[in-house]
C-alpha cells in the first residue's frame, strides 16, 4: 500500500543510473520529490508512493539528461546562412555581419528554437556563450533548462553592449542577478585569444575571481589560430593563457583541438576542463581533437555541438556517434571511443567537465531530477543487446519521449510543455526574413 507522497515517478524501462558501478534496474523506477531524486530502484519501488504525475517509459531507457558543454544557443538563425567555408572566412565576412542585424527580440526566437531542438532531443543541461545572453537566460529559465551562461567578451565593440568597459560591467550585474538561481549560473565568457588582448583577458581573470566565477572560452581551435597567437604573443594559447593565469580549474576551453603532449600534461596537472565539439570542427575543417590522450592524462572532457551555424543541429545524440567513429577511423582503431565513455562524455563526464558532477549526470538519490526517456521500440532501435552502444550508435533526437530538469516535465510523450512550437515556427519564419543577406 502507498505511504509516500512523490511529486513525479518515471517507471516501467530500464532505469541506466550511470553511476560510478553502473546500476541498473530492469525494470525499474525513479522517484522525485522537490526537484531532486528521492529514490532509484526496481519496479515494485513505485507502488510505496503516491505521485502526483507519472511518466510510463513503455519498456523503454530510463537514464540522466544528456550536457551540451558548449553551445551557441541564438546561432540557430544563422543555421545553413554561410557553410563550406574556413573558420575566419566563416566569421568574418558571414556571421559577423549577420550578427550585427540582431537585436534582442531576434536573440529570445533563436533561443528558443534551439531550446525546442535541444528539449526534443534530450538534453536538459547545456552552456551556452553569445550576444544578449540575459535575454539568453531568461528564455532558459522560461523554458526550464539548467545552463551556464555568459555573456561574449570581445576586443572590438559588442553590437549588445558597446564597448568592453559596459561589457564587463554587464557581466558582473549578470553575475549578480543570478546568483542563487536554482538552474542557472553566469561565467566570465571572453570569446577567444584571437579576438582577445592580453589585457581583456587579465580583466576576465580578474572579475572571475572577484566574483567566484568560472571562465570559458575557445582555445587552440585551428593551427591559424595557434599560429597567430605565437606570432602575437611569442607563445602558444596554453602557454600565453597560463602566463596570464587563466590556465587553472576555473576554466572550461572549447574545441582545444592542437594541443601537444606537454600542453595536454599541463591542462591535466592545473584541472583545466575541455568541450570536445567533433562535428563543428569537423565542418570547419579545424581538425580532431587529440581525446584520447586528453582522457588518459585525466583531463575532464565533456561534448559540445557547438553552435547551429557550424554543425548544423544541436543533436547530442548525432555528436556522440560522430565522437564514437571519428576517432576510431583517424587512428585505425576500432577500441578508442567506445560505446560507455562517450556516452559518459554526455553525461555523467559532461557534468564533471561542468563543475556539476555531484549535482547531476547520475541517476542517485540525492542528486538533481534531469533525466530523460528513450523509446526503444523503433525498429532502428531493435533487437537491444547493449543499450550504450544503442544510444552512441543509433539513437535518434526522435527517440526521446519524456523529459524532466528540477522535477519539472518538459516534454512527455514528445509534446513540449514549456515551448508553442507552433507560435515558435512562425516567429523564426519573421526572423529569418530581417536576417537573410
Known sequence: MAD?????????????????????????????????????????????????????????????????????????????????????????????????KLDAGLVAVGTRLALAEMIRGGVTCLCDMYLWEDTVAREIDRAGLRALVGEVLYDFPSPHYGDLDSGLAFTRDFIAHYRGHDRISVLVMPHALYTCSPGLLERARDLAGEAGADVHLHLAETAEEVSQVEKAQGA???????????????????????????????????????????????????????????????????????????????SLLGEMRSCALIHKAARLDPTLADAPTVLGLATSAAAAALGLGRETGSLEAGKLADLIVIDTSAPHLSPLYRPESHLVYAALPSDVRHSVVGGRVLMADRELRTIDLAALRAEVARAAEKIRP
Request: hydrophobic share 45%.
Open 4 to 100: 509516500k507522497s512523490a511529486d513525479l515517478i518515471i517507471r516501467d524501462g530500464l532505469v541506466l543510473t550511470l553511476d560510478s558501478a553502473g546500476t541498473r534496474f530492469n525494470p525499474g523506477c525513479v522517484v522525485v520529490n522537490r526537484g531532486r531524486i528521492e529514490a532509484v530502484g526496481p519496479e515494485d519501488l513505485a507502488e510505496g508512493y503516491r505521485a502526483g504525475e507519472t511518466l510510463r517509459a513503455g519498456g523503454g531507457l530510463i537514464m540522466p539528461g544528456l550536457i551540451n558543454c558548449h553551445t551557441h544557443a541564438p546561432m540557430t538563425l544563422f543555421r545553413g546562412l554561410a557553410d563550406d567555408l574556413p573558420l575566419g572566412t566563416w566569421l568574418n565576412e558571414h556571421i559577423f555581419p549577420a550578427e550585427a
Open 236 to 314: 602558444r594559447p596554453v602557454a600565453h593563457l597560463d602566463r596570464l593565469g587563466l590556465l587553472n580549474d576555473r576554466l572550461l576551453a572549447a574545441h582545444g583541438v592542437h594541443f601537444t603532449d606537454p600542453e595536454i600534461a599541463l591542462l591535466a596537472e592545473r584541472g583545466v576542463r575541455v568541450a570536445h565539439c567533433p562535428e563543428s570542427n569537423m565542418k570547419l575543417a579545424s581538425g580532431l581533437a587529440r581525446l584520447p590522450e586528453l582522457l588518459a592524462a585525466g583531463v575532464r572532457v565533456g561534448l559540445g555541438t557547438d553552435g547551429a551555424a557550424s554543425n548544423n543541429d544541436l
